[in-house]
Nanobody, 124 residues
Framework: QVQLVESGGGLVQAGGSLRLSCTASGRTFSSYAMGWFRQAPGKEREFVARISWSGSRTYYADSVKGRFTISRDNAKNTVYLQMNSLKPEDTAVYYC?????????????????WGQGTQVTVSS
């Protein structure tokens, strides 16, 4: 059993930056690969980024590659999403998720645990 809590969302202008955090409890954090997903109104939840249990392997959606960076600090049981050069189309509720395994997955249905989400709004 894992509990995840996101924070760091807010309202920013296009071109700005935000850093999202997701803190986990209840299990050995390093036993899980982690992912970030987002969901805009009227749209399905989409993959953003994932990171392996060790932090050595990362993967990004094409839409955010080069702008977003996922990282983790297992000592703090926390995963981060640094978002730079934000665009209005990045506006969504962002969720972190955990899955048992080493690499993670881009498929939302494969994740075992989810946070409550944090709103990111990018104005033009």
């Amino acid at each position: 059993q894992v509990q995840l809590v996101e924070s760091g969302g807010g309202l920013v202008q296009a071109g700005g930056s935000l850093r999202l955090s997701c803190t986990a409890s209840g299990r050995t954090f390093s036993s899980y690969a982690m992912g970030w997903f987002r969901q805009a109104p009227g749209k399905e939840r989409e993959f953003v980024a994932r990171i392996s249990w060790s932090g050595s392997r990362t993967y990004y959606a094409d839409s955010v590659k080069g702008r977003f960076t996922i990282s983790r600090d297992n000592a703090k049981n926390t995963v981060y999403l640094q978002m730079n050069s934000l665009k209005p189309e990045d506006t969504a509720v962002y969720y972190c998720a955990a899955v048992e395994g080493t690499l993670g997955t881009v498929v939302a249905g494969n994740y075992d645990y989810w946070g409550q989400g944090t709103q990111v709004t990018v104005s033009s």
